[in-house]
């Protein structure tokens, strides 16, 4: 398995360049600034502009895309709609698990600054005071765009991707839905389950399913 975990490492490597990019400076992000402060670092750089830009680019997270393309996916290979949604499922399942287990007590941006203090609000997104960690929709996002460069092989828009799914991530700061630290985490199990459910499963469902799909009967 190790092996071909580095195989895919590899022959996708600035995809995984581009996270550990990320991973580095939102760690030392993270290490540098309390965990208030690194919130209003992002949330209180706003403009009208993107506030409605990250209003609806944070859909990209809330699941219904993944859920959406892994149906069409099974119009054309049942083997990589199974594998999309077994990381949709496993990567979800665990990010709230944590948020309702060990981090219920962790509260989200609204719910921990008990005083008046001045949080930008962009009007319309749905906030939540408990169950900060880790972000969910940050969980999504990175294990779809695992995935996708994964099952089809999408090296040259890897960098794109990875893109997307940061940019998502932010936009729950910026929203003030998240903390960084719930961002970052949650990226890391979205990558992680991603990665580890492909290594497991692939080759199994390509010997079982082959290149069949409802549409694709050979």
Do not use: C
Not at 26 to 33: E, K, M
Not at 96 to 102: G, N, S
Request: proline fraction near 2%; avoid cysteine.
């Amino acid at each position: 398995m190790n092996i071909y975990i580095q195989k895919l490492i590899k022959d996708n490597k600035l995809f995984f360049y581009l996270y550990l990019l990320f991973l580095t400076v939102g760690g030392i992000f993270l290490i540098i600034y309390t965990k208030e402060d690194a919130f209003f670092i992002v949330n209180r750089n706003y403009s009208p502009l993107f506030d409605i830009f990250f209003k609806y680019i944070t859909h990209l997270g809330d699941g219904i895309l993944f859920a959406i393309l892994i149906l069409i996916i099974a119009l054309f290979s049942y083997r990589k709609s199974l594998l999309g949604l077994i990381i949709f499922l496993g990567s979800a399942l665990i990010a709230q698990l944590l948020k309702h287990t060990f981090f219920d007590h962790m509260m989200r941006p609204v719910g921990h600054f008990t005083e008046n203090i001045d949080i930008h609000f962009v009007e319309g997104v749905t906030r939540h005071a408990r169950n900060s960690f880790p972000s969910g929709h940050t969980t999504s996002v990175f294990a779809l765009a695992l995935f996708l460069v994964l099952a089809f092989k999408l090296r040259k828009f890897g960098w794109m991707l990875i893109i997307i799914a940061i940019t998502t991530g932010y936009s729950r700061i910026y929203l003030a839905v998240h903390f960084p630290v719930d961002v970052y985490f949650g990226s890391l199990i979205g990558i992680v389950t991603a990665l580890l459910v492909f290594t497991l499963l692939e080759k199994p469902f390509k010997n079982k399913f082959k290149n069949k799909g409802l549409l694709v009967k050979k």
